[in-house]
């Protein structure tokens, strides 16, 4: 069912590991002519594209490309009360975790009259992405719109594809997690052909282009975002999910095999790895993964993923070796299961979020810990972070010079002006003292 890679007995380097970890056969380059041709498309014909694409790919055509907002306020009404009660404890504890991400302004002065504030400012407006094939993502509105909210961003938008089953609408429980969020410029737009819109904007239904682009989707929404960044910004090319476990004798077994089924029930093509040194812990794991697997709902797609390139159980001969494992994977997802997952956590460089101990699974973090679940994949989590607050804010140095302060440097100025050869430099200096 799921591969094992035995690195007892070997000392490899960075580079040897990079070849050895576990990867699934998709890159998203491969999906980038046709993503492009999909963006160029909505770019030249706008809404008549948009609804060929929804055709082609959703099987269905919005009668509303905008959602009414009399839809949304519905979909509130209609939440299942169970359902509403988790969103609403959601936004709580996501909008108290992502609080603490809001740095302060500070105001550093270096002299009399010579001052430079530091500021935090948002972008004026953002495009959200939440999926819609496999499964139902409500959680993913929360994730994105508390912290653009918080961030203090004045203008959301929100796509995701249309669905047939809703006659060409957006499922109710992403428009009722939206509409709990205040948010009311949602479209029925899914895939490459919605990130587009985002970054382009669409005039006959009233999209604007936005700032920013954040949300997972599949290769071809990543491949879309790798081809409209700098034109926007993103967050990051969110792929398929994927979860790494570093586990020792001490884990339990059935909690592991839980975890790795949890996540490999998202996508065919979704990462399951744990790296253990314990034998028998890897054997256990194994026995229980083909229990839990033939019993669950989605056990034909869970049985796909598991038995994949990407998955794994991987033996090492210490957590030390699995902590430089998982550095070097740069895991969306890492569980610390051992007995002292703390200083397992000590040697943890790079992942998008760290689950630490046994009664934290990742499940959690997807909805109620109160972090974020939209998360660097693909071994991005070694330069980029999760989605946070901060990704909706911008760092400005505001410069507060009075005329002492500035003459107190301008020969220092114009020294260094004429070592770069550009004397005008340290001219528009010198002038506001000439008379």
């Not at 905008?66 to 519905?74: C, F, K, L």
């Not at 992942?351 to 810990?369: H, K, M, Q, T, W």
């Amino acid at each position: 069912m799921i591969q094992t890679i035995d690195l007892r007995g070997q000392t490899p380097t960075r580079a040897q590991l990079a070849t050895l970890v576990p990867r699934p056969d998709t890159d998203v380059s491969v999906a980038a002519e046709a993503a492009a041709a999909l963006i160029e498309a909505v770019r030249a014909d706008g809404l008549v594209a948009l609804r060929d694409q929804a055709e082609r790919f959703d099987g269905v055509v919005p009668e509303h490309v905008r959602v009414p907002q009399s839809e949304i306020d519905a979909a509130v009404v209609g939440l299942d009360p169970a359902v509403r009660a988790a969103l609403d404890e959601a936004i709580v504890r996501v909008r108290q975790a992502t609080a603490a991400q809001i740095p302060d302004a500070r105001t550093t002065t270096l002299a009399d009259g010579a001052v430079v504030e530091q500021r935090w400012h948002p972008v004026e407006r953002v495009g959200l992405y939440v999926p819609g094939g496999k499964a139902v993502y409500p959680s993913s509105v929360v994730m994105n719109v508390v912290p653009a909210q918080l961030a203090g961003v004045g203008s959301i938008a929100i796509a995701s594809p249309p669905q047939k089953e809703f006659g060409g609408s957006i499922h109710p429980t992403i428009l009722g997690a939206a509409g709990l969020l205040g948010v009311t410029e949602v479209y029925a737009i899914g895939g490459a052909g919605a990130v587009g819109a985002l970054a382009y904007g669409v005039d006959e239904i009233g999209l604007e282009a936005v700032q920013v682009i954040t949300g997972p989707g599949n290769v071809f929404v990543a491949a879309a975002k790798r081809l409209v960044r700098g034109v926007v910004g993103i967050d990051s090319e969110a792929g398929p999910t994927e979860i790494l476990i570093i586990a020792d004798e001490s884990a339990d077994p059935e909690f592991v095999a839980a975890d790795l089924v949890s996540q490999a029930e998202h996508d065919e093509l979704a990462a399951a790895v744990l790296v253990t040194d314990s034998t028998a812990l890897a054997q256990n794991v194994v026995a229980a993964l083909e229990r839990a697997a033939a019993t669950t709902t989605h056990a034909a797609r869970v049985a796909i993923a598991l038995d994949g390139p990407q998955s794994a159980i991987v033996l090492v001969d210490s957590i030390e070796l699995a902590a430089a494992v998982s550095n070097v994977y740069g895991p969306e997802h890492l569980e610390l299961q051992t007995a002292d997952p703390d200083a397992t956590l000590g040697l943890i460089h790079n992942a998008g979020a760290i689950f630490v101990g046994a009664y934290s699974p990742v499940s959690l973090g997807d909805y109620l810990a109160g972090s974020n679940h939209v998360l660097p994949t693909g071994g991005q989590s070694r330069f980029s972070s999760g989605l946070g607050a901060y990704t909706f804010l911008r760092p400005q140095q505001i410069v507060r010079y009075d005329r002492p302060a500035l003459e107190a440097v301008a020969s220092r100025i114009v020294a260094l002006s004429a070592a770069e050869n550009l004397p005008a430099h340290g001219d528009a200096v010198t002038a506001r003292f000439a008379r």
